[in-house]
C-alpha cells in the first residue's frame, strides 16, 4: 500500500514557475515508478511525466517536454515536478500516482498506475 500527498500548487502568471511536491507512505516507494497526471476541466486525465524507480528513464509529454522536470528522492519518498514557462493551458488538478514497476522506461498509460494522490490545483493566468 502506497499513500500519496500532493503539495505545491497554487496561482501564477504565464511564464512563471511552480515546484509540486509528492510525498509518499510505505517502504516500498522505490520499487514504484512514478506519475504526474493533469486533469483540466471538462477533460480526460492525460499524462504529464513519469520517472522508473531508481530515478531515471523519465517521459514527458510533448507538451510539456523541455519545460517540466520530475526528479525523485528515494531516500525521503518524494518526488517532485518542476514546471517552468507556464502557460495558461497548464492550467488543471495535478495528481502523482505510483506504479508498480521496475522497468528502465516507465508507464505512460495511466491505467497501469496502482495508487493516487488527491490532487493540487495548478492556475496559470494569462
Known amino acids: 500500500q502506497v499513500q500519496l500527498v500532493e503539495s505545491g500548487g497554487g496561482l501564477v502568471q504565464a511564464g512563471g514557475s511552480l515546484g509540486l511536491s509528492c510525498a509518499a507512505s510505505?517502504?516500498?516507494?522505490?520499487?514504484?515508478?512514478m506519475g504526474w497526471f493533469r486533469q483540466a476541466p471538462g477533460k480526460e486525465r492525460e499524462f504529464v511525466a513519469a520517472?522508473?524507480?531508481?530515478?531515471?528513464?523519465?517521459l514527458y509529454a510533448d507538451s510539456v517536454k523541455g519545460r517540466f522536470t520530475i526528479s525523485r528522492d528515494n531516500a525521503k519518498n518524494i518526488v517532485y515536478l518542476q514546471m517552468n514557462s507556464l502557460r495558461p493551458e497548464d492550467t488543471a488538478v495535478y495528481y502523482c500516482?505510483?506504479?508498480?514497476?521496475?522497468?528502465?522506461?516507465?508507464?505512460?498509460?495511466?491505467?497501469?498506475?496502482?495508487?493516487w494522490g488527491q490532487g493540487t490545483q495548478v492556475t496559470v493566468s494569462s
Open positions: 500516482a505510483a506504479a508498480p514497476s521496475t522497468g528502465w522506461f516507465p508507464p505512460r498509460v495511466l491505467n497501469e498506475y496502482r495508487y
Open positions: 510505505g517502504r516500498t516507494f522505490s520499487s514504484y515508478a
Open positions: 520517472i522508473n524507480y531508481r530515478g531515471g528513464g523519465p
